[in-house]
């Protein structure tokens, strides 16, 4: 199960992470961008790949390097450049743990219930409203 929260909203990500299949040379889309911004976090610069300032999200050489160089610097046993299982749960894990967590949102204070309420009882007394202009509003 993923738990960086980019990668866990991507289908693509973890049908990737069941290696059914993986990512592989060639790949296109959002979550080959998602694993190459990944991959910068971790320090594995993509010049070529991110020319227009963002992940191009294509599977091409550079990105088969950076996972190759992702996999060396973490002692993976087969080092072949290919995003399957292994490689996406150590870089999500890394991910999720550099990530701080979200803050919690507290929700609106609860209020007293009055059992005893009725629809059209103590509501605010309702005035001419003098902004009404030509429309000469009626309470």
């Known amino acids: 199960m993923l738990t960086y929260p980019p990668f866990a909203a991507s289908v693509r990500m973890q049908s990737a992470v069941r290696s059914n299949p993986p990512f592989a040379l060639h790949e296109k889309g959002t979550a080959v961008a998602l694993l190459q911004g990944g991959l910068i976090q971790q320090g594995i610069p993509m010049p070529n790949s991110t020319k227009?300032?963002?992940?191009?999200?294509?599977?091409?050489?550079?990105?088969?390097?950076?996972?190759?160089?992702?996999?060396?610097?973490?002692k993976f046993f087969n080092v072949d450049g290919i995003a399957g299982k292994d490689t996406i749960t150590v870089l999500d894990g890394l991910l999720a743990k550099a990530t701080p967590p979200l803050p919690i949102i507290p929700g609106p204070p609860s209020s007293p219930v009055n059992r005893n309420y009725q629809i059209g009882t103590l509501d605010p007394a309702v005035s001419h409203d003098r902004g009404a202009g030509i429309w000469g509003s009626k309470p």
């Open 52 to 74: 227009k300032g963002v992940p191009d999200g294509i599977y091409g050489n550079e990105t088969l390097s950076a996972v190759t160089t992702f996999q060396q610097r973490n």
